[in-house]
């Protein structure tokens, strides 16, 4: 009789052992599983945190966004002007006056680098990770005096020789792999220097002796039925009085009519649109690089950054660009109509970058 008892009390102990047990076993399951969906969202909440758009301007003034409405100002630890920005390799890179540069994660945070000289940088490009083989040379920045720097991690740079003393004012990486030529830099008087690596420089004759201010590279490569490559203009240079230079093999640069007499800033490509900027709130379109069309842009402020963000937000591809006064100009809609964003500055700004 107590045999049976203890029997009994055992299978009622296993029993609840078993089904405990499962409970906390379940119980457990649960919680790694909460766990990890916390980590995730942790990892996502820590990537959305990374503006996507980065304005730099005046007095070390940085401004960043995720939306295109909401601009924050940030520390950048400098009163010196800032001059270009850009976006590669997971860092943004600015550059300014009296060899300033600066590098950040995330647009927020922002730490100097060494740079070397003293000389002003104007503007700073990046290979943004394509598949280079110039890996020394992942972001290059240029500026006053003919100066030429590269770096492959946007934190420790090397002065080149760029054979020239004229300032160089703008800078852009050419992608493509048809040509020899990776990087193309403008300057004053007509300065057009070209390199394969951005160690080793050649000057190429642009044809015109006004400034040229900025350069992008286009890229707009198709084949016909019979296989001969079609181009449109691939690279595109603009500059002071208007001046605007195009070429398809990035060596015989030619000069198309603007339609203006003012200075023209920066220029981007997007959504088969060429757009360039300048003074006195002009910006000018095109479908091809060779006839341009004048937009209102709604302000009279100089515009000297532009670029272009590419199905943002989901699929609403937009250009913004930024100017004096801290103005800050989005249009999408190809440049025809444009809507002004509160800066909440004064300043100018100089440049604008997108994080692809």
Same mark, same amino acid.
């Given at each position: 009789?107590?045999?049976?008892?203890?029997?009994?009390?055992?299978?009622?102990?296993?029993?609840?052992?078993?089904?405990?047990?499962?409970?906390?076993?379940?119980?457990?399951?649960?919680?790694?599983?909460?766990?990890?969906?916390?980590?995730?969202?942790?990892?996502?909440?820590?990537?959305?945190?990374?503006?996507?758009?980065?304005?730099?301007?005046?007095? !070390?003034? &940085? +401004?960043?966004?995720?939306?295109? /409405? %909401?601009? #924050?100002?940030?520390? *950048?630890?400098?009163? $010196? =002007? @800032?001059?270009?920005?850009?976006?590669?390799?997971?860092?943004?890179?600015?550059?300014?006056?009296?060899?300033?540069?600066?590098?950040?994660?995330?647009?927020?945070?922002?730490?100097?680098?060494?740079?070397?000289?003293?000389?002003?940088?104007?503007?700073?490009?990046?290979?943004?990770?394509?598949?280079?083989?110039?890996?020394?040379?992942?972001?290059?920045?240029?500026?006053?005096? !003919?100066? &030429? +720097?590269?770096?492959?991690?946007? /934190? %420790?740079? #090397?002065?080149?020789? *760029?054979?020239?003393? $004229? =300032? @160089?004012?703008?800078?852009?990486?050419?992608?493509?792999?048809?040509?020899?030529?990776?990087?193309?830099?403008?300057?004053?008087?007509?300065?057009?220097?070209?390199?394969?690596?951005?160690?080793?420089?050649?000057?190429?004759?642009?044809?015109?002796?006004?400034?040229?201010?900025?350069?992008?590279?286009?890229?707009?490569?198709?084949?016909?039925?019979?296989?001969?490559?079609?181009?449109?203009?691939? +690279?595109?240079?603009?500059?002071?009085?208007?001046?605007?230079?195009?070429? *398809?093999?990035?060596?015989?640069?030619?000069?198309?009519?603007?339609?203006?007499?003012?200075?023209?800033?920066?220029?981007?490509?997007?959504?088969?649109?060429?757009?360039?900027?300048?003074?006195?709130?002009?910006?000018?379109?095109?479908?091809?690089?060779?006839?341009?069309?004048?937009?209102?842009?709604?302000?009279?402020?100089?515009?000297?950054?532009?670029?272009?963000?590419?199905?943002?937000?989901?699929?609403?591809?937009?250009?913004?660009?930024?100017?004096?006064?801290?103005?800050?100009?989005?249009?999408?809609?190809?440049?025809?109509?444009?809507?002004?964003?509160?800066?909440?500055?004064?300043?100018?700004?100089?440049?604008?970058?997108?994080?692809?």
């Amino acid at each position: 009789m107590n045999l049976g008892n203890k029997k009994s009390n055992l299978l009622i102990l296993l029993a609840v052992f078993i089904v405990g047990g499962c409970g906390n076993f379940s119980g457990n399951y649960e919680e790694i599983e909460s766990s990890t969906s916390s980590e995730s969202t942790t990892t996502t909440t820590s990537s959305d945190s990374t503006a996507s758009f980065v304005a730099v301007g005046g007095d !070390g003034t &940085i +401004l960043t966004s995720s939306d295109l /409405t %909401t601009w #924050t100002s940030r520390e *950048s630890g400098t009163s $010196n =002007s @800032l001059n270009g920005v850009t976006f590669g390799k997971y860092s943004y890179v600015a550059v300014g006056d009296n060899g300033t540069i600066l590098t950040s994660p995330d647009g927020m945070t922002w730490t100097s680098r060494t740079s070397g000289t003293s000389n002003s940088l104007s503007e700073v490009t990046s290979t943004k990770e394509y598949n280079c083989a110039c890996a020394h040379s992942t972001f290059v920045a240029v500026g006053d005096n !003919g100066t &030429i +720097l590269t770096s492959p991690d946007g /934190t %420790t740079w #090397t002065s080149r020789t *760029s054979g020239t003393s $004229n =300032s @160089l004012n703008g800078v852009t990486y050419v992608r493509h792999s048809i040509f020899l030529t990776k990087f193309v830099a403008v300057g004053d008087n007509g300065t057009t220097l070209m390199s394969p690596d951005g160690i080793s420089w050649t000057s190429r004759t642009s044809g015109t002796t006004n400034s040229l201010n900025g350069v992008a590279y286009i890229g707009n490569h198709t084949v016909a039925g019979d296989g001969t490559m079609l181009t449109s203009s691939d +690279l595109v240079a603009v500059g002071d009085n208007g001046t605007i230079l195009t070429t *398809s093999n990035a060596y015989t640069l030619t000069p198309r009519t603007s339609g203006i007499s003012n200075s023209l800033s920066e220029i981007a490509y997007g959504d088969s649109v060429y757009m360039t900027v300048g003074a006195n709130g002009h910006v000018i379109t095109s479908p091809d690089g060779t006839t341009w069309t004048s937009r209102t842009s709604g302000t009279s402020s100089g515009l000297s950054g532009i670029t272009f963000a590419n199905d943002y937000p989901f699929g609403n591809s937009t250009f913004v660009t930024v100017g004096a006064l801290g103005t800050i100009l989005t249009s999408s809609d190809n440049g025809i109509t444009w809507a002004s964003r509160a800066s909440g500055i004064t300043k100018s700004l100089q440049g604008v970058a997108y994080k692809e």
